[in-house]
């Protein structure tokens, strides 16, 4: 405890003199004010008397005016505690004012766009584009997608589900405290980019996942795409496919590129996806011209955050070249094991048509790629193999002897040569179109029936089409009526003849034909691709002309499991009485 001596007090303060002489205080002249120590009493007041009865009150009164000093009581400190205690409501108040105007953001603590920037100029505006994707609807045939390395090569699950068990990394991304999308999810991401690919010894081809990919539109030498078909009439079909600069698509890396910054080498690209029969394989050009690029001179217009499939189109106006595109990003997708089903962006040029009904069905959103206007970087893509790679192609020169079943059945006796795959995909193409719940509701009862009779149309198809179908039935009006006449008079159960004039009809209102009928009846086209999207238990009559015969449908039906019959005609006219004797004994066989 420290202690204060008379002599300090009265040279620091020449005026208490006068209160020790000062008669008033009627201090007794034979007292003497000692020099001893004096100690600070915790009993004085706070606040002393303003009556000083003898000299040892002067020093209370200066102990007194330190220990306020020391106990913050003094009124210069008391200034200081109000001024603090005003800055730090001042704060309080701007902090509330910040948080009621701009509430946190619900990302789940993703980071913002921005901070991918690149910090040197040219510093675009960059806008990010995040949607949550639509969720995979519930589907009764849905297997696990397992990536199995001991799979065989060429079973039913190499060609139709997950064959891709042999990986190449040709880029390896650096470990770092940032985060990037994993299957879809928030996760730890590399400083850099990355690149895999998973190789199918069965398909001859490979799914590729990318991190951090920027495509730069201008650098792809293609047609813009998505015009209404009126407007782009006489184009040639090179223009709308697309040809690649380098640089055209880029991986972002911590580093410099050494080189010509080149990914892929020639030889790796015929290890990871061969040319094969595809004279035009776009998705090899893409990886040829695909380069590395610094972080810091990566320039990013707009970021896509969510899962992102890459697609070029070839006959993107038949539908059975559509279905195995189709196909083909559905199994992309299922890969990958996205938890939503992705974004998807065109990589070609080609002009609006009915398919993009499905397509936006199908998938989250649709894009073309020159619908961008500088770069865009996607957090994570895939490059989807061509439609021409799938088993749904590939079967129409080479044998797969797959078996379509049910995912129970499969469940309770697995086997090689049976699939459920593309059964699984027509429920996902109901479903699309929220059609899958209705499949209980349809009647299956013999005393009603309804048959589709699937027509060719004239319609305009793409920019170099006359707008005329090549026949494949040269009497078809004459069986429909023929149909018609017979389904009136018949007795047994009540039967409907359905017009299937497809050409005409939206695509939700083909599959709900396609799903109701019990019977679907046409001459060979591509119309008849819709049976994939046929329920269990439908049965497929083709007219098949001696002039094109195809295996495509007989394999379609075989591979998901439908009856198929075929009526093979001399030339392209079909016998009426034959027609009507065949539908009439499918229809007896199914108890009508």
Known sequence: MRTYSLEHHKAKDQRSRQYVENPKFNLNSTHQLQASPVSYDRNLPIFPSQNLSNKEDLVDRTQQKYTRLCIGTHPILMKMKELLILLIALNLIILCYYFLSFPPSNN?????????????????????????????PDLPSYLPWHSNPKLAARSCEGYFGNGFTRPFRLLHGEDSRNRELKNGNLAEEAKGGSLSCAYSETLESSICEARKLVMHPERIQ?????????SVIGRNEEAELPSYSPGAFEIESPHEAIGDGRVVNPEMLENIMPQGAVQTHTMRSLLLQLRLVPSADSICSQWIEEPTLIVTRFEYANLFHTFTDWYSAYVTSRVAGLPRRPRLIFVDGHCKSPMEEAWEALFTSVVYAKNFSGPVCFRHALLTPLGYETALFKGLTESIPCYGCSANELKQKPDDRRTARLVEFGEMFRAAFGLLSADSRI??????????????????????HKGKV???????????HALQKWAANHSRCNVNIVNGLFAHMSMIDQVGAVQAASVIVGAHGAGLTHIIAARPGTVILELISSFYRRPHFSLISQWTGLKYQAINLEGSVAKCPEVVEALSGILEGLGC
């Open 108 to 136: 789940n603590g993703k980071r913002e766009a921005a901070a991918f920037l690149p910090k040197k100029p040219p510093k675009a505006q960059t806008s990010k584009l995040s949607l949550n994707g639509k969720p995979w």
């Open 222 to 230: 293609m047609s813009k795409g998505g015009e209404d078909i009126g």
């Open 443 to 464: 009647s299956r009862q013999t005393s009603s029936l309804s048959v589709l009779f699937v027509r060719r149309e004239d319609y305009l198809a793409h920019p170099r």
């Open 470 to 480: 090549e026949s494949r039935l040269s009497n078809e009006e004459e069986v429909l």
